[in-house]
């Protein structure tokens, strides 16, 4: 769960990241695939086209925070896309670690044990949901199949 105050941190911090958000996602993807080559192939095409969807996505998600269960629909069908990409959930923390690491970086002198906390709610809670909506849409596949 995330708590008011997490929000507001996650959302005051943001600012500080948007002014760097370019090298922000530049260095996201190198730490990603330092940490887990084997997921650079499933980005395949441009990746400068990826970290500006990276960037999309992590913006609607700290504008939406206030509204989260509203976002969880989109959360949701974003999970099914990625699925269809050949993202597992194991790579879920592998994504959050690289994610925390380039926050850590933009966010310098800024990035505090509460703000680290904050933004791993964040991530926490959306990766849980998109996790939970891949088990579910496979739950609903297995149960079709076997005639329920």
Not at 104 to 112: I, K
Not at 115 to 138: E, N
């Amino acid at each position: 769960m995330i708590s008011p105050g997490q929000k507001q941190l996650v959302q005051d911090t943001f600012q500080y990241v948007k002014p760097v958000s370019a090298a922000a996602a530049q260095l996201f993807y190198s730490r990603l695939f330092q940490l887990n080559p084997s997921l650079k192939p499933l980005f395949k095409g441009d990746l400068e086209d990826q970290r500006r969807k990276l960037l999309a996505s992590i913006t609607a998600v700290v504008e939406g925070l206030d509204r989260f269960d509203e976002m969880l629909p989109g959360v949701q069908a974003m999970a099914a896309r990625h699925e269809s990409y050949g993202v597992r959930p194991e790579h879920y923390e592998d994504f959050g670690t690289a994610l925390l690491w380039t926050l850590e970086r933009a966010l310098g002198p800024s990035w505090t044990p509460d703000v680290r906390q904050a933004w791993a709610a964040v991530y926490d809670s959306l990766s849980s949901a998109m996790k939970q909506a891949v088990a579910d849409k496979s739950t609903v596949i297995v149960d079709l199949k076997n005639g329920k």
